[in-house]
């Protein structure tokens, strides 16, 4: 399992908070894959196990409960051996909870009820049962259930996803009213969800994509699979074939961020710098991490407002200062305002941390050489370095302890 570094803002400020007051731990929920009871009879429903999983999961981070990712859950259940969707003992739900170190692990099953589950249809009654057990008292919580016609899987996992965040966060304003939580998930039809989750189980790339774009397609307003292809899209560099995907994730969705971070930087590689500056200030608004600021930054540079690029990449600079390439862009800016001395500090720093960036070497020779820039010079434009990778848990989980906090005695 890959844990994500925190930076030095971050670690400070749990250290303040650890000395001037106490903190309730931020509860960590695992959801596990459903298992089907019928599964003998009928093996094609198998994937409603990962399904409900998924929406149960993305309901409660979105309500800013620590959700473990599908990806951790996966590899604890390959070195487990054991297998998804499989029923699971309470030792086994246990022994997966302890490693991947949930605070509270979500499990169940399902059934297609009465003699005709043989020959299932979409008006098959099926029903689900998820259990809640909290590891710290090695006992269940809670238990829900939702009855109903197969067709209306997706409303009856928002039913039970909307007791959920009342149980696991009760003061989330997504937790005030079933009404509005359900207006706010609108059911997604049956096809989709299954073309999505046997997407998220294909290996291959091509398969991957035919099964995504078809659950996209199935349903308009499910932007998940979108989110996918969007990410897919971002990691092979089409930014063009990208960005229309991850424009289309909504405010609701636990992955908007993200969506908005990516979409940031196709729009910079678009040369949309105006655009790209927007979603980056957008994102660290609500989400001020370094890797924000320092593609802020570099959009604002393209703009030439060296000004408020130098403030971002210096708030960069303030969360993490062992990343050189934060020192590079501010150097890097500076060299351009022919702030020499300044800008040769700076590349300094970026080889104190590097000594084999052989671009600093060459900028801190230009630095003290006194060499100006001069626009039109391709070998000399756009060297800004931008982050690909949005890396929000440590943050989401200090927010999910602050909101915690004791108050002192």
């Not at 695992?30 to 003998?40: C, D, I, K, S």
């Not at 969800?193 to 659950?215: G, H």
């Not at 500090?345 to 230009?366: I, M, P, Q, W, Y």
């Not at 070998?379 to 909101?403: H, M, V």
Request: with cysteine.
């Amino acid at each position: 399992m890959r844990y994500p570094e925190i930076s030095v803002k971050v670690l400070s400020t749990i250290v303040f908070l650890l000395l001037t007051g106490p903190l309730h731990a931020a509860t960590t929920v695992a959801f596990l894959p459903l298992a089907n009871l019928n599964e003998a009879r009928a093996p094609q429903l198998n994937w409603i196990g990962e399904s409900t999983a998924e929406t149960l999961r993305e309901a409660l981070h979105a309500a800013g409960v620590l959700a473990l990712s599908r990806d951790d859950r996966e590899e604890v259940y390959r070195r487990l051996s054991v297998r998804s969707g499989a029923v699971l003992t309470r030792a086994t739900v246990l022994r997966i909870g302890e490693s991947l170190d949930a605070g509270q692990v979500v499990f169940g099953d399902y059934r297609v009820e009465g003699p005709e589950f043989s020959n299932t249809t979409l008006d098959s009654n099926l029903r689900i049962t998820v259990h809640v057990i909290d590891l710290a008292k090695l006992r269940e919580t809670a238990q829900f259930e939702q009855t109903g016609a197969l067709r209306d899987l997706s409303l009856l996992e928002t039913r039970i996803a909307w007791y959920l965040v009342r149980m696991l966060a009760p003061q989330h304003e997504m937790a005030r009213s079933e009404t509005v939580f359900l207006r706010d998930h609108p059911p997604i039809k049956v096809d989709a969800m299954e073309s999505y989750v046997r997407a998220l189980s294909a290996r291959n790339p091509d398969q991957k994509t035919r099964l995504f774009t078809q659950a996209a397609h199935l349903d308009d307003h499910f932007t998940a699979p979108g989110f996918q292809l969007g990410r897919m899209a971002f990691t092979r560099k089409d930014y063009r074939a990208a960005a229309p995907w991850l424009a289309k994730v909504t405010r609701a969705d636990s992955f908007f961020m993200e969506a908005s971070f990516l979409l940031g930087i196709c729009r910079f590689n678009m040369s949309d710098f105006e655009a790209a500056a927007k979603q980056f200030q957008m994102v660290a608004a609500e989400i001020p991490l370094d890797e924000v600021y320092n593609n802020l930054g570099a959009a604002l540079t393209r703009r030439n407002d060296y000004e408020g690029a130098l403030k971002n990449f210096a708030l960069a600079l303030e969360g993490d200062q062992a990343d050189p390439d934060y020192w590079f862009n501010s150097g890097y800016v500076l060299w351009k305002q022919g702030k020499f001395s300044e800008a040769a500090n700076k590349f300094r720093a970026v080889l104190d941390r590097a000594s084999n960036d052989d671009e600093a070497t060459t900028f801190l020779g230009r630095c003290i050489k006194g060499e100006t820039y001069r626009p039109g010079n391709t070998r000399l434009e756009n060297r800004e370095r931008i982050k690909l990778t949005f890396e929000d848990s440590a943050f989401l989980q200090l927010q999910a302890e602050l909101k915690g906090k004791a108050p002192n005695p």
